[in-house]
Structure formats: structure tokens, C-alpha cells
């Protein structure tokens, strides 16, 4: 009897220790932000990742970035190379090609975060690096084919030359620096098996791999990432004296976590789905504040031009004409994610409004698909003088619970305009990795492009960019869509670079991408972020520079 | 006894070999490879640079090929990188093994810990309020879906009552052991949870049968205590069966608790295992996969040693018969 006594008052002495140690409130030097993924790995361009992009936001610097505005900034250069300042010289090289020269400068006061400077000897090294074919960097054309060569005037300036005279000279956004004096010892030992022995994964807390406002202290791996000020950062002192980023994959525990108070903020480019904290804002829109930043995820139906009833241009209207766009937006995501009539987001500077819309107007559809053959009404569906039924197949990824929805949506809408819309989703992989890639999809697909500002749509428009078995599945023209002037205009945009020609280009091409309807456009994506009441001067930007660029200019209210 | 371990060693070693060719055939014939995933986010890489890619690594190969080679390694303790991580594939699994054997054993020990005496109690008095009560409480832990019941746990307890943290293991830091212990309480909780109830109901039956027996009426008979043959009689021959279901159980240990480990963020193998074959990461599926099979049948050896010890009837001597 006594041991039984003892043994209860044990555990409950225990239980009670372990309930009371109830973790303190984050002091305010210490900002704890919530992801939804945790990186892999921390090389900067062996497999790209969203969540390992915006940890490199606060301990790297690029060369150049789009800002909030979705303007070309530098961050570790002096200033943006242009031809007006004689930085940037269109050239001939002796074989006759043309190219364009941009001349650089490191920002004077660059150190990485051991204190040894930034110089040009990690620019050459990273571009020996980026080029050698067994390093395994994803982004091969920028380093093996976009530069040509690279010459070093000083420890601190170099010159660029890039393979074609482009008009977005000044934008390296992609070369990320490796520091020199740290990896070239790992790397010259093998370079087949650099990335697997990179300082950036044997020792992802090496002060020497960061030069930008922190650097990661603590790696858990799987749980969170400990970032504190880089003693050699050289721009604005940052605010906290510690940064948590915890990744918890789960969306419905990441929203706990935040409730909980584990978390303080949650990162719009990397966290809940806007629906999700559309639904939280309801519930908690006292506790804490929500930013919501349209960007340039677009997302939208791609069409299989070879199917035979989406040949017709009139059956593409029509389908999009049959959808309320407008009240979907306003339903599923309350005004928050605006509809797209085009893949330009008005929000960059290149959009040129005047090209034809599609808005909502079943009677308009009605009339599109009369005329398209499609007359004969049976059982609410369509059909044509063959007797062929009016029938599509839309795909998208099965378990995006927004995007289920909005297929649903859209069916019954479709149902309404006569259209029997049949919905085949399939898992990510399989839709990403073969299904779409080897345009096996049999009519429709949904899902979203992510671009940059200012960007040429090359991959997804040009005809030379239709995946095919002869070219090996390359492009993203799943569509299949070919237009010679589309060609044509692409072709020029990228070499035209005085404004009002490029200007006129431009309008052209969103009047045949809309007049033409290769795609149906859907909605620009939002980021929604769930951040404290006292975190000030974060701005989102709605791009792939992510906010976490600009952690320097965090603040406590 | 030594001439049963050979010969259990030698079929676990066969077992293995063809689970390590059937996994990779399978992972082999998921649509897409690494290079593509690599390759989804650069629109302006060539057919050249994917081809490049592949020689670099090693999927441009053919799959037999491919394993024939993974083997050879394997033999020698070499078994291979992690594309993912860019680690060595034991660097990758070791810690996430390390967590998933901490947070599903302790899961499993209370599991069990909970099933005996209510099993035992439910058959004790079967179809008494008591029983039913068990029952109740049982099909509730089978039929609540992991996701949710975490969810309801961290809610009550994390977000209301702020007593226990919502996720990860341990503080930013480490911390101490109590940390540990207050950090593995919800997810050790809801495995626990939703594996007790099919334990007792084990137990539960196990035990009608042999409290029917007439060894237990002749135990009784002879003026034994009743927690004596409960206890000592009847839970001894039941747990029989009950070890077999418990050593099937055991390697499912070392895969992981996916649903569990994502949502309370527990770096884990079952995470580990999903996002490596989600992201053809083959090297470590192939381990991680050879791994808990080979834990099963390590499972499934100590319960036919855990047989001999449970029931002097059996033996592992040949006899001729």
C-alpha cells in the first residue's frame, strides 16, 4: 500500500515538473517564423527549393534582386550595370556572334561571414563551379551557356559577357557566389563529388559560407534552423538578436503552432494556403495581422491544342465565357486572389491592358458554341451534327484541396453551358513527371506557372518549345501552340530593347496570348502571411525574391 | 537453438536480396526520375544538360545495372548518397532512425503497458459494464484517425491549456530531459492511443480462451489465488499470440509513423522514407525500406525465441517425428 503511495506521488511530482516547465514568451529580440517545408539540403544551386530560398534570404546576398516593387536592385553590387553609364556594351565578338558586355562591382564593404572580403576570385571560382559538368548545378545555361567569359579588372570589379545582346543584361539573379576559400579545396580534390562534400552540407553553420544580415548557429535537421546577426554584415543592423525558422509540413498543425504561440509568424511565400488563413483571419483577425500579396504564380488551364474540340478558337472562348471567375475569386477567396485574363500580372511594368477579356457571359458561350457546330442540347449536354458528345477531360493535381475545388466549381458551370467537363487528377509526380511533360494529358490541365517580373515567355509560348520524344521532352509548351507572328514577337523581345518598341512588343504579344487563348486564365496567386502585431517593415513582394531579402529592415513596433 | 539462428539468418539474407531488387524494380517504375525533378524549375535547361545530369547521377544507366552496382557497394558498407540530402545515406538515416525508435517505442512500451490490464480485466468480466467500457474505449483508439486525434491533442493541449509544446523534439538549443519528455508526450500519445485499442482486444480474446481452459479450473481447484492464475497461468499462455502480433508490429518501429511524425513535426523515418521515394531520392528508399524489412524479420525471430520462453512445449531441438 505504501509503495503505491510513494509511486503516485512520484509521477505526479513528475508530471507536474514536466507540465510546469511551460516555455516563456518569446522576448522580442527573437522572432520564431513558421514554414512548411524544411530544406534538404543548403548547397545555393544544386536542386532548387522554395523553404531553402528563404532561409538563403537572410544569411546571402545576390547580385541583383527584384524589390518589392518588382524593380532590378542591386544587393552586392555597387550599382546596376546600364549602357547609359557605359557598364553594360553591346558587342561583337570575332566569330561575328553578338553578345553583351555588364561590368560589375562588389559592394566595397562585402565580407562573407568570417570576415574574409567578397572579391571577384568567388565570382571566377563559382563560375568554374557552375560550368564544370560534374558539379550538378541545376541552372547549367547560365553558367555553361549564357557567360561567355568573365574578365577581372580588380579584386572588386569584373566584366560579364554574356552569350546573346539581351536586353535584361544587368539581371544575375541566379549567380550564387560560393566562397573561394572554402570551396575550392573540396572542390579541385573531386569535382564529381563536390556536391556531396560541400562545405555547405558537411558544415551548413561555417560563418565563411553567409555574407548577408545572419548566419545559421544551429541546424536541427528536419525540425528548425537558428539564424544570428553575421558579425561582418555590412548594410543595416538587423533587429533580432535571434531567428527560429521551424518548419512544420502539416498546414492544419502549422496554424496550432501559431495559435499555440510555438511560432510568431507564419511566411506567405512558404507557409498556409490562403484559404486557410482566410478562415484563421475570421477566427483570429485581433491576435494578429494578415498581409496578403498577389504575385506571379499563375495559375490557369493549359489546353491541348491537338485535342479536336480545342482546336476550335470558338470552343476555347466559350469555355472561358462559361466560368464566373469573378465570383470564385470572391466566394473561394474573398476578393483576395484577382482573376487573370492574361499570363502578365498587371502588377509588372510590361502589362499592357487593351487585350480582349472573357468575362462571365453564358449567353455569349451559348452563341460560341452554336457557331462552333455544338447545337444540339441532350440530356444538358452538347452535341455536334456527328453526334459527338461535348466532353473534356480536366486534370490537376489530385490533393490540392483549392484546386479540387475549383475544378468542381467549374464543372457544374461548364454542366450549365452545355460542356460534360470530366475531372482525372492525378498525383503531382505523375501530372508533373510524365503526364504533362510528355503532353499525355487529353484536353485540360491545371496549374500554375511561376515566373520572374519582366519575364519572356519563351518556354511556354514559343513553337520551338513544344515538348517532343525527338527533343527529348523539352520546353513547357504542353500546349502545343504555334503561331508564327507569337514566334516572331518573342524572337524580337528579347533583343529589342529600346522602350517604346519593346513596349509595342510587348502589347502584342498579351493581345495574341489573349486573343488566341492557347490557356485559360484563372487567378495570380496570393501569398498570405500571418505575422504578430508588433513585427514591422515587412513587405512582401508577390515574386521569387522572396521578403526575407530584406530582414535587415524587420522591426519591433 | 544455434542451428535455428543459421538457418533464420541464412532465409533473412535471400528475403533481403530480393526485397532490395523488388524495391528498386518499383521505385524504378515511378514515372519521372531525379533529373526531371532537378530539371521542372529551369525552363531553359536543354536535353544535353538533362543527359548531362543523369551520367552525373548515375540514372542514366539501366536499372539492373544501376542495382547490380548499389549492391556491390552495399556488401562493402558503402551504401551510397542521398541525392537529396547530399549526405551519405547512413548520415541521413542514423538521427531519423535514433527519433522514430524513441518516439514509437516509447509508444509501443505504453501501448502495451495500457493493453495488458485492460485486456486482462476486460476478460475478466466479459460483457460487464466494465468490459464494455473497454470495448468502447478501445474501437474509439481504432476508429479515430491519427491526424485528427493529434490534432485534438495539440489543441487541448498546446493551443488551450499551453502545457505541452505543438511540435518538434526538443527546444531551440536542446534543452533538458524534461524538455525531451514534454516535447515526445502529444505524439507519443497518439500513437499510443490508436494502437492500444487493437492490443487489448488481443489480449481481451486471448485471454477468454485460456481463462476456459481446464488447467485454470484445476489451478483454481487447488486453491490458487486468483491473480495468481490470471497473472502467472492464464496471461502467460495468452500472450502467445499476442507476441506475434506485437513482432509484426515491431517493424513498422523502424518505418516510421508518417501521418504522426508530419504533424507534430518529429523528424522521423516515416517522413523520411516518403519524401525519398517522393523525391526519387533511391539510395535512401532502398535502405530505409531494407531496413524496416529487416526489422520485421528480426520481429518475427524473438517472437519465435519469445515462444520457447512462453511455452516449455516448444523447442527448437530437432527431434524426429
Known amino acids: ?557 | 537453438m544455434t542451428r535455428f539462428l543459421v538457418s533464420r539468418l541464412l532465409q533473412a539474407i535471400v528475403v533481403l536480396l530480393v526485397m532490395s531488387f523488388l524495391v528498386t524494380a518499383l521505385i524504378g517504375l515511378m514515372p519521372g526520375d531525379p533529373v526531371d525533378l532537378m530539371l521542372a524549375g529551369n525552363p531553359h535547361a536543354t536535353p544535353a544538360d538533362a543527359a548531362r545530369l543523369r551520367a552525373v547521377y548515375g540514372v542514366d544507366r539501366p536499372p539492373v545495372e544501376r542495382y547490380l552496382h548499389w549492391l556491390g557497394g552495399a556488401v562493402q558498407g558503402d551504401f551510397g548518397y542521398s541525392r537529396l540530402f547530399s549526405r551519405p545515406v547512413p548520415e541521413v538515416i542514423g538521427p531519423r532512425l535514433v527519433n522514430t525508435g524513441i518516439l514509437l517505442g516509447a509508444a509501443f512500451l505504453l501501448a502495451v503497458a495500457l493493453a495488458l490490464p485492460l485486456g486482462v480485466a476486460a476478460a475478466r468480466r466479459p460483457w460487464s459494464l466494465a468490459d464494455d467500457a473497454v470495448n468502447l474505449l478501445c474501437f474509439a483508439g481504432i476508429s479515430v484517425p491519427p491526424f485528427w486525434l493529434a490534432l485534438l491533442l495539440i489543441l487541448l493541449f498546446a493551443v488551450t491549456l499551453q502545457w505541452l509544446p505543438a511540435s518538434g523534439m526538443a527546444p531551440v538549443g536542446g534543452g533538458s530531459w524534461v524538455d525531451g519528455l514534454r516535447h515526445a508526450a502529444l505524439p507519443v500519445a497518439t500513437l499510443a492511443i490508436a494502437s492500444v485499442g487493437g492490443y487489448t482486444r488481443y489480449v481481451r480474446s486471448a485471454m477468454l480462451v485460456e481463462l476456459r481452459q481446464d488447467y485454470i479450473r484445476t489451478a483454481r481447484a487447488k486453491g490458487m489465488t486468483e491473480r495468481r492464475v490470471v497473472w502467472r497461468h492464464a496471461l502467460r499462455n495468452a500472450l502467445i499470440p499476442v507476441v506475434t502480433i506485437m513482432a509484426l508490429e515491431f517493424g513498422a518501429l523502424f518505418s516510421g509513423a508518417l501521418v504522426t511524425e508530419t504533424m507534430f513535426a518529429w523528424p522521423g523515418m516515416g517522413k523520411l522514407i516518403y519524401d525519398s521515394i517522393m523525391g526519387n531520392d533511391y539510395n535512401v528508399a532502398l535502405v530505409a525500406l531494407l531496413l524496416a524489412t529487416a526489422m520485421t524479420l528480426l520481429g518475427n525471430l524473438l517472437a519465435d525465441v519469445a515462444y520457447a520462453a512462453l511455452d516449455p512445449r516448444i523447442s527448437f531441438r530437432a527431434e524426429p517425428r
Open chain 1, 1 to 557: 500500500m505504501r509503495r503505491t503511495w510513494v509511486k503516485g506521488l512520484l509521477a505526479g511530482a513528475l508530471t507536474a515538473a514536466i507540465m510546469a516547465a511551460v516555455p516563456a514568451a518569446a522576448a522580442k529580440d527573437e522572432l520564431v517564423i513558421g514554414i512548411n517545408q524544411f530544406p534538404a539540403n543548403w548547397h545555393p544551386s544544386i536542386e532548387a527549393m522554395a523553404t531553402k530560398a528563404y532561409i538563403e534570404g537572410m544569411t546571402r546576398r545576390p547580385f541583383t534582386v527584384y524589390d518589392a516593387d518588382w524593380k532590378l536592385v542591386c544587393m552586392l553590387c555597387t550599382e546596376l550595370p546600364s549602357v547609359e553609364k557605359g557598364t553594360a556594351v553591346y558587342e561583337t565578338r570575332a566569330d561575328g556572334s553578338r553578345g553583351v558586355a555588364v561590368t560589375f562591382t562588389i559592394h566595397p564593404d562585402a565580407r562573407w561571414g568570417d570576415g574574409k572580403p567578397v572579391t571577384t576570385r568567388d565570382v571566377l571560382f563559382t563560375w568554374e563551379v557552375g560550368r564544370h559538368p560534374q558539379s550538378g548545378f541545376s541552372n547549367f545555361d547560365l553558367y555553361g551557356r549564357d557567360i561567355v567569359s568573365i574578365d577581372v579588372k580588380d579584386e572588386r570589379t569584373f566584366t560579364m559577357h554574356r552569350d546573346k545582346p539581351v536586353c535584361d543584361y544587368a539581371a544575375i539573379n541566379d549567380f550564387r557566389l560560393l566562397p573561394e576559400h572554402l570551396e575550392r579545396p573540396v572542390f579541385d580534390a573531386d569535382p564529381a563529388t563536390y556536391r556531396n562534400r560541400s562545405v555547405f552540407e558537411t558544415d551548413p553553420t561555417n560563418p565563411g559560407l553567409v555574407a548577408g544580415p545572419y548566419r545559421m548557429t544551429e541546424v536541427a535537421s528536419g525540425s528548425h534552423v537558428v539564424l544570428e546577426p553575421n558579425p561582418h554584415w555590412w548594410g543595416q543592423k538587423p533587429a533580432f538578436r535571434r531567428i527560429v525558422v521551424r518548419a512544420v509540413e502539416n498546414s492544419a498543425a502549422l496554424e496550432a503552432n501559431l495559435l499555440a504561440g510555438q511560432v510568431d509568424m507564419v511566411a506567405g511565400e512558404v507557409g498556409l494556403p490562403l484559404n486557410q488563413v482566410l478562415a484563421l483571419e475570421k477566427r483570429q483577425g485581433q491576435r494578429f495581422r494578415f498581409l496578403y500579396k498577389q504575385g506571379l504564380i499563375y495559375e490557369h488551364i493549359d489546353l491541348n491544342l491537338d485535342n479536336p474540340v480545342l482546336k476550335d478558337l470558338r470552343v476555347r472562348k466559350a469555355l472561358l465565357h462559361a466560368i464566373d471567375r469573378e465570383a470564385i475569386s470572391r466566394q473561394l477567396f474573398e476578393g483576395r486572389q484577382p482573376v487573370a485574363h492574361n499570363q502578365t500580372n498587371p502588377l509588372d511594368r510590361v502589362h499592357a491592358p487593351g487585350y480582349p477579356t472573357y468575362p462571365f457571359d453564358p449567353a455569349a458561350a451559348g452563341r460560341l458554341l452554336d457557331e462552333a457546330g455544338w447545337t444540339d442540347k441532350r440530356g444538358g449536354i452538347r452535341h455536334n451534327a456527328a453526334g459527338e458528345r461535348l466532353q473534356v477531360e480536366i486534370m490537376t493535381t489530385a490533393g490540392d484541396r483549392t484546386r479540387e475545388l475549383l475544378q468542381q466549381v467549374m464543372q457544374a458551370q461548364w454542366k450549365q453551358a452545355g460542356i460534360d467537363a470530366r475531372i482525372v487528377n492525378e498525383p503531382a509526380r505523375v501530372l508533373f513527371g510524365q503526364t504533362l511533360k510528355e503532353r499525355r494529358f487529353k484536353a485540360m490541365a491545371l496549374f500554375a506557372w511561376i515566373s520572374s517580373p519582366e519575364n519572356i515567355p519563351r518556354t511556354t509560348l514559343h513553337s520551338s518549345m513544344i515538348p517532343t520524344a525527338a527533343n527529348g521532352w523539352a520546353g513547357q509548351n504542353m500546349t502545343g501552340f504555334r503561331d508564327a507572328e507569337m514566334d516572331a514577337v518573342i524572337d524580337k523581345l528579347e533583343y529589342v530593347c529600346e522602350p517604346e518598341p519593346n513596349r509595342l512588343l510587348r502589347t502584342r504579344l498579351q493581345q495574341i496570348y489573349a486573343e488566341q487563348l492557347p490557356a485559360l486564365p484563372l487567378f495570380f496567386r496570393s501569398d498570405a502571411y500571418v505575422l504578430p502585431p508588433w513585427l514591422d517593415n515587412l513587405v512582401p513582394t508577390g515574386h521569387q525574391g522572396f521578403s526575407s531579402f530584406w530582414v535587415e529592415t524587420w522591426r519591433v513596433k
